[in-house]
Nanobody, 127 residues
Framework: QVQLVESGGGSVQAGGSLGLSCEVSGYPYPDSSGCMGWFRQNPGKEREGVAVIPFGGNSTWYADSVKGRFIISQDNGQNTAFLQMNSLKPDDTAMYYC??????????????????WGQGTQVTVSS
């Protein structure tokens, strides 16, 4: 059974920083192939890819809205990913979901590309 356990998030004032982490267990794909990352969503709006990184790889994908402010990384064991969020804006307020899936190219363009989703953690940025 695949599990994605998220931690972090919370509330911060604009300009501040927060961090998220996500530990993946039971991932079924051989040799840890595929990607993991985060999407975010607000009520009544579509899910938006935020940042994605391949298992065991160094290449990263970011939404244009977070480039230069957010940093995605993973631990040496490759089963935990981290999202460092800096210079936060009120527009970053959303429920953030950790995701994992088997993709040839690791991007966050399509939520349907990801088979596994975490429970979500709230990030609130006040002005």
């Amino acid at each position: 059974q695949v599990q994605l356990v998220e931690s972090g998030g919370g509330s911060v004032q604009a300009g501040g920083s927060l961090g998220l982490s996500c530990e993946v267990s039971g991932y079924p794909y051989p040799d840890s192939s595929g990607c993991m990352g985060w999407f975010r969503q607000n009520p009544g709006k579509e899910r938006e890819g935020v940042a994605v990184i391949p298992f065991g790889g160094n290449s990263t994908w970011y939404a244009d809205s977070v480039k230069g402010r957010f940093i995605i990384s993973q631990d040496n064991g490759q089963n935990t990913a981290f999202l460092q969020m800096n210079s936060l804006k009120p527009d970053d307020t959303a429920m953030y979901y950790c995701v994992a899936g088997y993709l040839k190219y690791c991007t966050g363009r399509y939520p349907s590309d990801f088979d596994y989703w975490g429970q979500g953690t709230q990030v609130t940025v006040s002005s």
